[in-house]
């Protein structure tokens, strides 16, 4: 029976899926690992262990560069929690304009006061705030979460100026074609009355919003984080919020520059905190997890390229090889050399790493296993 061991709190909707296998948070040598926010870096990546599969978009917790010299495949869910965070930056967006929650929260204070109608009417004023109507909204990365947030934004009456230099042909087809396209991130920190951030944290990202990036923003700007904390550097957002120039910083990452600050909106990390996202990131994972044990089919990967095959032969062999000079004709040889027919195969690379599933008339004995894996830069052979 194969394992999969989960690093979170999942929700039940994978074990609808993960039926057959045994899953809990304390198997040992797990072949899969399903997980939301848990730090794997610095955890021991086992023998046996094929995939790992985020129940989320953000994979930042996960070594990828080890699972891919490993020939662990990692997944993530795009798109499986869109909903869910777009709309909680659509309830940020009015909490960036108005002061909603201090007013909510001063309003508390004044329990058991006499006369509260006259205190609520005097004390009012200082929590006046903005309508989002008519003003610019700057998305910053328009993949699942981005287009759904430029969309809706649109329905509300803003002008939308949408920025990603990486947009698929899928979020193309899904953005209005009332929203506006720049190729200059400047553009978009000069133009917008609103900012939301929805880019992965890579190196080229980290601290994209910083001191210097903060002075092209308009006075005033609105800032909302829901993607990762270490996208804005969090010590010249906390200056440029105390001196008026960001009026508003709403994060779904807090950290110790951010906390107690007036005008920093901290959010504890509830962008895909609903059961409907939770359901669908777990049963997504668990089914990418699944089709990959069982099939070696690889879908929505974040290190080995899309590759899927339907069964149709007697057997199949899946290898993650180096995307180099001469590798496929190595392999076949070895398989010809043993008489067996290859009746289909697929072979696909991403950047320096390649996986191939050949689906072959027999079955390979352990030898012909053997002597695939021992030919140079095969970093991993399974027959599934
Ligand atoms: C994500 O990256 O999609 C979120 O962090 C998901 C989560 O809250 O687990």
């Known amino acids: 029976m194969m394992k999969i061991l ?9 074990e609808e899926v993960l039926r057959g296998y045994e899953y809990s948070d304390s198997v040992s040598d797990p072949d899969g690992i399903l997980l939301r926010s848990f730090s794997m870096h610095d955890y021991p990546l086992g023998e046996n262990l094929l995939a790992v599969a985020r129940a989320g978009a953000g994979v930042n917790n996960i070594p ?22 777009k709309e909680l930056v659509l309830c940020e967006l009015f909490l960036g304009g108005r002061k909603i929650v201090n007013g909510a929260v001063w309003t508390q204070t004044l329990k ?14 200082q929590f006046a705030g903005q309508e989002i109507t008519e003003k610019t909204l700057g998305v910053i990365g328009l993949g699942a979460i981005g287009a759904l947030v430029a969309n809706a934004a649109l329905s509300l009456g803003m002008n939308v100026l949408g920025y990603d230099p990486f947009l698929s042909v899928k979020s193309a087809w899904m953005i209005d074609r009332r929203v506006q396209f720049t190729d200059d991130l400047n553009a978009v920190f000069s133009a917008s009355d609103f900012i939301t951030l929805h880019v992965p944290l890579t190196p080229e990202t980290k601290g994209m919003i910083n001191r210097e990036t903060l002075a092209k923003c308009r006075n005033g700007v609105v800032i909302i984080n829901n993607s990762r904390g270490e996208l804005v550097a969090s010590g010249d957002m906390a ?6 120039k960001v009026s508003r910083y709403i994060t779904d990452f807090p950290d110790e520059t951010l906390l107690g600050r007036e005008n920093i909106l901290c959010v504890p990390h509830l962008g895909a905190s609903t059961p409907e996202a939770e359901d669908n990131c777990a049963r997504m994972a668990a089914r990418e997890l699944t089709d990959y ?36 004709s190595r392999i076949l ?11 289909h195969m697929l072979d696909q690379s991403r950047g320096e790493y390649a996986y191939l599933i ?20 095969v970093l991993r052979v399974r027959k599934v």
């Open 6 to 14: 989960k690093l979170n709190s999942i929700s039940p909707a994978a």
């Open 112 to 125: 058991g006061k006499p006369d509260l109608s006259k205190l609520i009417e005097k004390g009012k004023g």
């Open 333 to 343: 040889a070895v398989i010809s050399a043993r008489g067996i027919n290859v009746a």
């Open 358 to 377: 050949l689906e072959l008339d027999d079955i390979p004995d352990e030898e012909c296993l053997a002597r695939i894996r021992a030919i140079d830069g």
């Open 239 to 244: 200056a440029a919020v105390a001196e008026g």
């Open 293 to 328: 044990l069982e099939n070696g089919n690889i879908t929505n990967s974040v290190n080995y390229p899309a590759v899927s095959l339907p069964r149709s032969s007697a057997a199949r062999v899946c290898v993650h090889h180096k995307n180099v000079r001469e590798m496929l």
């Open 64 to 85: 990828i560069d080890a699972c891919t010299e490993r020939g662990i495949v990692v997944f993530n869910t795009p798109g499986a929690n869109a909903n869910a965070v």
